[in-house]
């Protein structure tokens, strides 16, 4: 059975940090890029990180560079989405979602229905 579950979420104050997981189980993770995502109330979906299927590559938004670190560890199937420095712009439900066979130029402008699988989503909530 497929699953992908994002964890890890919770209530902070402004300036500091969570670390998200995104555990994979019924496919081969290492095979899959995953992409993190995250909504708030009232706005659309955005893409927050994209990390390859072998660790080293990766891309940020704009909004989260340099304040967020995306890695992974294929022997544990999880991915890692380290958050620091947080705005209460960041509160919003974080789901990732794993990808393949996309080239890696591309990767960030796959339409949400071109990912293989997601997972539920976990709550951050930044505090001002």
């Known amino acids: 059975d497929v699953q992908l579950q994002a964890s890890g979420g919770g209530l902070v104050q402004a300036g500091g940090s969570l670390r998200l997981s995104c555990l994979a189980t019924?496919?081969?993770?290492?095979?899959?890029?995953i992409g993190w995502f995250r909504q708030a109330p009232g706005k659309e979906r955005e893409g927050v990180s994209w990390i390859a299927s072998s660790d080293g590559p990766a891309y940020y938004a704009d909004s989260v560079k340099g304040r967020f670190t995306v890695s992974r560890d294929n022997a544990k199937n999880t991915v890692y989405l380290q958050m620091n420095s947080l705005k209460p712009e960041d509160t919003a439900v974080y789901h990732c979602?794993?990808?393949?066979?996309?080239?890696?130029?591309?990767?960030?402008?796959?339409?949400?229905?071109?990912?293989?699988?997601w997972g539920q989503g976990t709550q951050v909530t930044v505090s001002s």
């Open positions: 019924g496919f081969s993770f290492d095979d899959y890029g």
């Open positions: 979602a794993a990808y393949y066979g996309a080239a890696w130029s591309q990767v960030r402008y796959l339409k949400y229905d071109e990912y293989n699988y």
